[in-house]
């Protein structure tokens, strides 16, 4: 999942500038979390159906509910590839995410997939709906930890967000660091949070710490999202790890 993200870099204007880079993975359905199932991403059609006939006979399930905005958030992260769809998808996956919510405002998974879905929305839509956004996001992935404290994912999110904005919108390095180590110490397969750490220790110039965060992606032997780690986050690692090489 490319927020999967994808999720990865959505400018707003030249001065404020997010890295959707954290994959927000949910804790729902889980498509690909620790395995690939057979035809994947193009599995997640039948996901979806099979969805849509449940929600037919209790349309307030809450699992189906959040189950349909996880499979969304994943359509639009590892399927499609039309600007356009990608938006629907995320689009309809904040729709599930709010039923979710007026059925369990306290549901920490709902506050989570609505935050990863707007903030992928968000990415396309580009700059006046980051502006109007960015609060929106920050708040539900906040509220998501402070109802499941241990919430990997979330740490992941918002981590890879207090990184990249700036101050004046809440953008905070130390605070930033303390989410990703958090994320890595709640659950260590989560690689994304890893290569996000790698950044922020290499803009510090620890090269050293980038390094062990990088080869712990690369040598993963159980990386959470495998169809993400093999085409995204693997080659990133590499890539990064070639960068600093020689310093």
């Not at 999110?157 to 990249?164: D, N």
Request: glycine share 6%; with cysteine.
């Amino acid at each position: 999942m490319s927020v999967k993200t994808g999720f990865n870099s959505l400018v707003i204007t030249g001065i404020v500038m997010f890295s959707w880079m954290c994959v927000w993975q949910p804790t729902v359905a889980w498509p690909q979390r620790d395995s690939i199932p057979e035809g994947y991403p193009e599995s997640l059609r039948k996901d979806l159906t099979s969805l849509f006939v449940k929600q037919a006979h209790n349309p307030d399930d809450i699992h189906v509910l959040l189950a349909l905005s996880e499979v969304h958030l994943s359509m639009g992260d590892d399927l499609l590839t039309k600007k356009n769809e990608r938006l629907s998808a995320y689009e309809m996956g904040v729709k599930y995410a709010q039923q979710a919510l007026a059925i369990q405002p306290e549901n920490a998974e709902a506050h989570f997939l609505y935050a990863a879905n707007l903030g992928n929305a968000t990415q396309i839509k580009g700059y006046a709906a980051g502006m109007m956004n960015v609060g929106e996001i920050l708040s539900h992935v906040r509220t998501a930890l402070a109802l499941a404290p241990n919430h990997a994912p979330a740490h992941q999110m918002l981590g890879g967000l207090l990184a990249e904005l700036p101050w004046m919108l809440g953008g905070d390095v130390e605070d930033a660091q303390a989410h990703l180590e958090k994320a890595i110490a709640i659950d260590e397969q989560y690689t994304n949070a890893r290569i996000l750490l790698a950044k922020l220790f290499i803009k510090q110039d620890k090269l050293q710490a980038a390094r062990d965060q990088l080869l712990a992606v690369i040598h993963a032997p159980t990386p959470h999202y495998p169809y993400t780690w093999k085409n995204q986050f693997l080659p990133e690692a590499q890539a990064l790890l070639k960068t600093i090489a020689d310093h």
